[in-house]
């Protein structure tokens, strides 16, 4: 258990602990919000959370203070929900944000947030799963409480090398595939597969082997094309 009594800083009611929580309002579009997190959604289970750690007298009763704010579902609102929280001075700790592109630069700025009672503002997330948020050196703050894609991608290697595989193809969902509108963020299935796919390139030297469709938008005749086609090169051989 932690001695608070011995802690370097003071944590009471009268110097509580700032937690933020950056969610959005409303569920949004599924591109934005690929988990559903919304702050109606996340707040019964920080109460919850909250009465716990009271409970097992973790820190002083009443010496937490949370707050939700709307990220809007916004890469440009977003991260300032968190640096207005940190320019009135009631910000120690973000847990949350739905949009990665809203989690990725306040997760790289938050080590240097820094004043008298703080070295930096750790991260928590359930989101932000991609490998380009593996670099520590530049996410130096940040924790992920799910599994990152690289637990994907290290069993997907370890199958193909266990398995002897040399080819592959992908299929996958893209919103941003027959789309008009060219700010539609990248979706999870395309940020996955980015992760996967530099590592299988080692394996295999494949180039041009993966297809995307939009599900919200496809059409049946090239969805058969386009498995035939990832078929072919997946497993087909030609001699000549």
Request: proline share 6%; aromatic share 12%.
């Amino acid at each position: 258990m932690l001695d608070w009594h011995n802690t370097k800083y003071k944590i009471n009611e009268e110097y509580p602990i700032h937690i933020l929580f950056p969610l959005p309002t409303n569920d949004g579009r599924r591109n934005e919000n690929p988990f559903g997190i919304t702050i109606l959604k996340a707040k019964p289970v920080v109460d919850e959370a909250v009465e716990e750690v009271y409970r097992r007298q973790l820190v002083p009763q009443n010496s937490l203070r949370i707050h939700f704010e709307d990220s809007k579902l916004s890469d440009a609102h977003g991260p300032n929900v968190a640096i207005n929280q940190l320019v009135n001075n009631t910000l120690d700790c973000i847990i949350g944000y739905a949009f990665v592109y809203a989690l990725a630069p306040v997760a790289r700025m938050s080590p240097y947030w820094r004043d008298n009672d703080s070295y930096g503002i750790p991260v928590i997330t359930s989101v932000g799963l991609t490998s380009n948020l593996d670099n520590r050196r530049e996410y130096q703050l940040m924790t992920r409480i799910s599994s990152p894609y690289k637990v994907v991608k290290n069993a997907v290697i370890a199958l193909f090398s266990v398995m002897n595989w040399k080819r592959s193809s992908y299929l996958f969902h893209e919103q941003r595939h027959d789309a008009a509108n060219p700010s539609i963020p990248y979706g999870e299935c395309y940020l996955l597969m980015a992760s996967i796919q530099p590592h299988l390139y080692r394996i295999n030297r494949m180039e041009h082997n993966y297809f995307m469709f939009n599900e919200l938008n496809y059409n049946h005749q090239r969805i058969k094309e386009n498995l035939q086609k990832a078929s072919i090169i997946s497993n087909g051989k030609f001699l000549f």
